[in-house]
């Protein structure tokens, strides 16, 4: 049992935390790039996930859960502080995050937490508020990772054996050496399913059969404004079924040198539909096969949860940074506002608070994870975050008053596969979305290096999620979605004076 606080020890803490035996554990456990169909509880068809889904049979699965910014920095900064992007300063893959701000680590190390967070970090700076850290440098390996520790930043330890199950190895070490007495708050951050889709040798041999196709993978994208111009010519990481981005696929992967030539093997000799059918399947083998890895270990995790005693007494969370596209529209990656990266997976579990195989349709984003821990750690949430606690959703009470619709802003315009910058509004049935090209950085000002910007291409798009989930036809400019559309142009310009958004572009109709 944990011990009290006591007045002698400290008496405003004591005073602020009256009951800390009855505080739970929290466990975050965040992978990259893991899109929602790929986990069984989703119902995707791709694959099975028993140790995930043990958190959706035992807790609530959110189905409407979403990121503000599909990238994996800004992301994280946003699980951190809770606050947009322009609030929080990171709003690229470039920037670095000021580790001074307040976060959710800081808060709850300052209520008596034992901090910690082991694996993918990728916010350039080094971790701040958390009594000890385990983590990788920006993307790290999948092979022999290298360690970055608290106390030794930023020299590196190599670390033998595949990345899923060291990060693992990292989390129950943070566990087993924890001190006692206090509630801990581990962030366990998997590397893994981002590309290059490196699996473990051990299971390279999963997934060999059919591989279920989205329907829309083989679309014919000439006609979306939005896509036209992510061209291999530019990079084409979204065209991941053709040359030379398919190309560009394989020699990231080139320390492999006899899986590269199985692979061209199996393609030879195919040409038009059936090639890119043939590549989609080697992609979705690869992912599959590490996200079939992280299953495995997070198994491990809540073995030790179980064997320990702790289970009953930790909230476990489990999510991505963001979704990512499993062939739908014929892409892989993510960055755009369409639903598969702009979706993300979102399980929680505490025994005797939430109730167990619930589900919740609420919108949520991970601007709320901050403010939800928090609220089951009993500890105050800043008036300056801007999400919000979704812990009474999760244990069956929804609030009257939730939001009903998010906001969503890219703001890498240009700068990677030719994306452009966007931002939108999305309610339980329609999205409005706005793309705009602008060679201006975040601060209106700045040039984003590396930017190819079509200046004056701005326009907008609108679907209608209940009659087309899969977003295929925009309906922007058509007559009968005229009111609906204005309505949503103000919802958007309401959330982003709501959320002090105000800086370039303006959503007027261009």
Not at 45 to 52: D, F, H, K, R, V
Not at 73 to 88: C, D, F, I, W
Not at 203 to 227: K, T, V
Not at 252 to 272: C, F, Q, S, T
Request: charged share 25%.
């Amino acid at each position: 049992m944990r011990r009290r606080f006591t007045l002698a020890a400290a008496v405003l803490p004591a005073l602020a935390l009256a009951a800390a035996d009855d505080r739970p554990n929290i466990l975050f456990v965040m992978s990259d790039d893991h899109a929602a169909p790929a986990i069984g509880a989703y119902g995707g068809g791709l694959i099975q996930t028993p140790n995930i889904d043990r958190l959706a049979a035992e807790g609530v699965r959110f189905d409407n859960a979403f990121c503000t910014n599909s990238i994996c920095t800004p992301s994280r900064a946003v699980v951190l502080t809770g606050k947009h992007s322009h609030r929080n300063g990171v709003f690229t893959l470039s920037d670095v995050f000021d580790g001074s701000q307040q976060t959710v680590a800081r808060l709850l190390q300052a209520a008596g937490y034992h901090t910690g967070v082991v694996g993918k970090w990728h916010l350039k700076s080094a971790p701040a508020g958390f009594d000890e850290y385990a983590v990788l440098p920006g993307q790290g390996l999948y092979y022999d990772p290298q360690i970055r520790r608290k106390g030794a930043w930023p020299e590196t330890e190599t670390h033998p054996g595949y990345v899923t199950d060291v990060i693992t190895d990292l989390a129950l070490e943070f566990l087993r050496e924890r001190p006692a007495g206090k509630p801990f708050f581990l962030m366990y951050h998997h590397k893994a399913p981002h590309d290059v889709f490196v699996p473990k040798r051990e299971h390279r041999g999963l997934f060999a059969g059919p591989i279920p196709e989205p329907r829309n993978l083989l679309e014919d994208r000439r006609n979306r404004r939005a896509l036209r111009d992510t061209t291999e010519e530019v990079g084409g990481k979204h065209l991941a079924y053709g040359n030379p981005a398919w190309r560009w696929f394989l020699e990231r992967v080139r320390y492999e040198p006899e899986e590269i030539d199985r692979w061209e093997r199996e393609l030879a000799g195919l040409a038009g539909d059936r090639l890119k059918r043939a590549q989609y399947r080697i992609y979705m083998r690869r992912y599959l096969q590490c996200v079939y890895a992280i299953d495995e270990n997070l198994g491990r995790v809540l073995d030790y949860l179980d064997r320990e005693n702790l289970a009953a007494d930790t909230v476990v969370i489990y999510t991505s940074d963001q979704g990512f596209f499993l062939g739908e529209h014929g892409l892989y990656d993510k960055r755009f506002m369409y639903e598969e990266t702009l979706r993300i997976p979102l399980l929680a579990r505490a025994p005797g608070r939430i109730p167990a195989g619930s589900v919740s349709s609420a919108l949520v984003q991970n601007l709320d994870f901050a403010p939800s821990m928090l609220d089951w750690a009993g500890a105050a949430i800043p008036e300056a975050m801007q999400g919000r606690s979704f812990r009474s959703i999760a244990e069956g009470r929804p609030p009257g008053d939730w939001r009903s619709a998010i906001y969503y802003r890219y703001w890498m315009n240009r700068a990677h596969f030719n994306v452009p910058a966007h931002l939108g509004v999305r309610t339980d049935r329609y999205k409005l979305i706005y793309f705009y090209d602008d060679p201006r950085g975040s601060d209106g000002k700045t040039p984003v290096a590396g930017a190819r910007a079509n200046v004056g291409e701005r326009f907008w798009e609108l679907y209608d999620l209940k009659e087309d989930p899969r977003e295929m036809r925009n309906l922007y400019g058509q007559e009968a979605y005229g009111p609906i559309a204005a309505q949503l142009k103000e919802r958007l310009n309401a959330l982003r004076e709501e959320y002090g958004d105000a800086a370039f572009p303006a959503t007027a109709s261009p």
